[in-house]
């Protein structure tokens, strides 16, 4: 209902068409139907794993565009993924640790900066000094590790920051708790506390946050891919808004949702993981 709500039609071009082979190419695609069997046909379709054919690619189905270009987005996010847990439980848990110290000061700056500078001029910055000015890294393109580096960082510099405050926050309230206390008084060392017992009563609240985290990142950066020239799912996701193209518009918004509910049920799965208290029919306190 929204793509029709906008002014305009997918089959429009620079080019002049004739009044009669616009309406040819209309009943081609059901344009002509009424909005209610247009969406009525496409279920059924889909139902049957078609998602059409593309209105501006000639002859090229959604599924098959999706699925070519999911590939860079998937290994993309999965590297800004790791990245961003493990530098952000580092500068959480160092933050945490020496609590209003200099180690917790500077990790919240680096945090602040990570939150304040966003993607977009991020990864430009450091194409010009880092790949153009120093010659460290190709400008553009993902073939080889290295290549990898600076559209991770342009990724993940927003998560790191929002895992390490979250994470801090957390573990600061646990590392006051009692059960630490009793650790503490048994002699246990720093690093067992704060594995075994701190850490692990920490993580739910950032386990929260990466099942979300995890389909935005995954089904591709519309930004950071638009910069790098990454032929990832994100491109596809601006061009056929720009172009109405409903079918890919369509496809995409589902893939998305599809990944988004696989996300939140690993990050369930998780949970349970992380806290044993967790599971179905257990009781908080056993």
Not at 80 to 87: D, K, N, P, Q, Y
Not at 130 to 142: I, Q, S
């Amino acid at each position: 209902m929204l793509m029709n709500a906008i002014p305009g039609s997918p089959l429009q071009s620079e080019k002049a068409t004739s009044e009669a082979v616009q309406k040819n190419l209309e009943a081609y695609y059901g344009l002509d139907k009424p909005l209610y069997v247009q969406y009525g046909k496409y279920l059924a379709n889909l139902l049957q794993g078609d998602m059409g054919i593309s209105m501006k690619k000639k002859f090229q189905s959604v599924d098959k565009m999706i699925a070519q270009s999911f590939g860079p987005s998937l290994r993309l996010g999965i590297s800004a993924i790791v990245t961003s847990v493990v530098v952000g439980c580092i500068l959480g848990i160092l933050a945490a640790m020496y609590h209003r110290k200099f180690i917790d000061n500077l990790a919240m700056i680096i945090a602040v900066i990570g939150l304040a500078i966003p993607s977009i001029v991020l990864a430009p910055v450091m194409q010009y000094f880092l790949a153009t000015k120093l010659g460290w890294f190709e400008v553009a393109g993902l073939n080889g590790p290295l290549d990898y580096v600076l559209p991770t960082i342009a990724l993940a510099s927003g998560p790191i920051a929002f895992i390490a405050r979250l994470l801090r926050s957390t573990m600061i309230e646990v590392l006051n708790a009692d059960f630490i206390k009793t650790a503490k008084s048994k002699g246990l060392a720093g690093y067992v506390i704060v594995a075994k017992h701190a850490l692990r009563n920490s993580m739910l609240p950032v386990v929260t946050y990466l099942g979300v985290l995890t389909a935005g990142i995954i089904t591709g950066s519309v930004v950071v891919e638009k910069i790098f020239a990454i032929p990832g799912i994100g491109k596809h996701f601006v061009t056929s808004v720009i172009d109405r193209d409903y079918p890919l518009i369509m496809g995409i918004t589902i893939f998305y949702a599809v990944i988004l509910m696989i996300s939140r049920f690993l990050s369930d799965i998780a949970y349970v993981l992380v806290d044993p208290r967790m599971r179905a029919g257990g009781k908080v306190g056993k």
